[in-house]
């Protein structure tokens, strides 16, 4: 049966009867304000101000319990916009309490900010409105609870990232070091951040020091630190090539402090990214589907985090298509009469798995066969443009990682492979 997003739509309007009390929450650092309607949009109370602690929190419940008392009604939801990391206490702790906690999308709630008075204004009680009509109208998400691995993968990847981009920018900063420097040095060694590179940038980086010294004496440092070394003839080459070196020759001394730390840099993250790394792959060893997921062909360990961290426990996407949504790779229109828009991918959602999600799929094609023959299928018996093909097998990705995660079943096949054989 073909999955209907107007389907999910209805249910999350009709979960919403007339015994509940829709409360939302404008969410800040250290103050919350919280608004609450009846099922109908009607408001009720006064808004409450609370602050981000366990007596606030208190203070937020009794208000709760003191409406539903009042107008006579027996449930409660609540939600709350998902910016930065301060709404995640506050969900935590209600969910805890056994209440609904859903979420809604941030770029609704500014579309939707006029809808009460027709005017620009913007306040933090009337956000908390918004967001309380905005859920009795149905446009909310269930916060789906993740289990320890989950969790664990979510913060490791975020660390990874953050990691990364200190290493690559370690890694340029070394490479504009060596441009001003010693730009010649590109010619021994191609790859700065090699073995060897990294070597000779640590034991005597500057042209004026391998100048005084001999070729023996070069590599006699390289024995030091590598047990695999260029040899006499490059430790020559790299010789002759500092005596007549065109790179700066001032400030001799501030460049070897400038290249220390910067090679301190290149080391911690190295060192940081390894043992991230190590940690993710323990705590995958710990989800069961995650090991079928990792013997497709094309699936690293490393992309596969990135996804079940952003997304969760897969097992509980009704369909790949909520995957996609939830990452914001789904489809979006703008037609009118006549007038037909062109179709684009949304990008309202996860923006990190977005990208493991492209990724992996590009990898897929690269190294999986199957993947391969329906990409090489899409553009050149269907006519497709090679990145419509690629999305369209990110689609295929997305509903193979929920059925093995629902089902629990191995990869298979022949169910990927593409109807029609292509043409030899």
């Known amino acids: 049966m073909k999955f209907k997003m107007q389907d999910k739509q209805n249910q999350l309007i009709e979960r919403i009867s007339d015994k509940h009390l829709v409360v939302g929450v404008d969410i800040a650092q250290h103050t919350h304000v919280a608004r609450a309607v009846n099922f109908r949009g009607i408001v009720i109370g006064d808004p409450l101000t609370f602050e981000n602690n366990e007596q606030g929190f208190d203070r937020l419940m009794e208000w709760i319990n003191h409406l539903k008392l009042s107008k006579g009604l027996n449930t409660e939801i609540v939600g709350m916009e998902p910016t930065g990391h301060y709404w995640l206490n506050l969900s935590k702790w209600l969910y805890d309490q056994h209440i609904d906690v859903v979420t809604v999308n941030p770029h609704h709630v500014k579309r939707n900010k006029e809808n009460r008075d027709n005017t620009q204004s913007k306040s933090d009680k009337k956000d908390a409105l918004v967001i309380a009509d905005m859920i009795k109208?149905?446009?909310?998400?269930?916060?789906?609870?993740?289990?320890?691995?989950?969790?664990?993968?979510?913060?490791?990847?975020?660390?990874?990232?953050?990691?990364?981009?200190?290493?690559?920018?370690?890694?340029?900063?070394?490479?504009?070091?060596?441009?001003?420097?010693?730009?010649?040095?590109?010619?021994?060694?191609?790859?700065?951040?090699?073995?060897?590179?990294?070597a000779t940038l640590r034991l005597f980086p500057t042209p004026s020091e391998l100048c005084s010294m001999k070729a023996h004496e070069i590599v006699k440092g390289w024995k030091t630190v590598m047990n695999r070394h260029a040899g006499l003839k490059k430790a020559q080459m790299l010789i002759d090539l500092a005596r007549n070196s065109v790179g700066s020759k001032q400030a001799q001394e501030a460049y070897k402090l400038h290249l220390e730390h910067l090679l301190e840099e290149f080391d911690l993250a190295k060192t940081q990214l390894e043992r991230v790394e190590k940690e993710v792959t323990s705590v995958l060893?710990?989800?069961?589907?995650?090991?079928?997921?990792?013997?497709?062909?094309?699936?690293?360990?490393?992309?596969?985090?990135?996804?079940?961290g952003e997304a969760g426990d897969l097992s509980g996407f009704a369909h790949g298509n909520s995957l996609l949504r939830h990452s914001g790779l789904h489809l979006a229109e703008a037609s009118s009469g006549k007038w037909k828009g062109q179709i684009k991918v949304s990008k309202r959602g996860r923006s990190r798995l977005r990208r493991f999600l492209f990724l992996t799929t590009l990898s897929l094609v690269r190294n999986n066969s199957d993947f391969k023959?329906?990409?090489n299928h899409n553009v050149k018996v269907k006519k497709m443009k090679k990145m419509k093909s690629i999305m369209k097998l990110v689609g295929k990705l997305a509903r193979i990682l929920v059925a093995i995660a629902k089902n629990n079943q191995t990869y298979c096949s022949q169910k990927v492979q593409p109807l029609t054989p292509l043409a030899a």
């Open 373 to 375: 023959q329906i990409h």
């Open 137 to 198: 109208n149905g446009y909310y998400s269930f916060i789906q609870p993740t289990s320890e691995a989950f969790e664990k993968l979510r913060v490791f990847m975020a660390n990874r990232d953050v990691i990364v981009k200190r290493l690559t920018s370690s890694i340029n900063q070394i490479n504009r070091w060596v441009d001003i420097v010693f730009p010649e040095f590109r010619e021994v060694f191609k790859d700065i951040k090699g073995k060897g590179a990294i």
């Open 285 to 308: 060893d710990q989800i069961t589907f995650a090991k079928k997921m990792i013997a497709i062909d094309g699936i690293s360990e490393i992309s596969l985090a990135g996804i079940l």
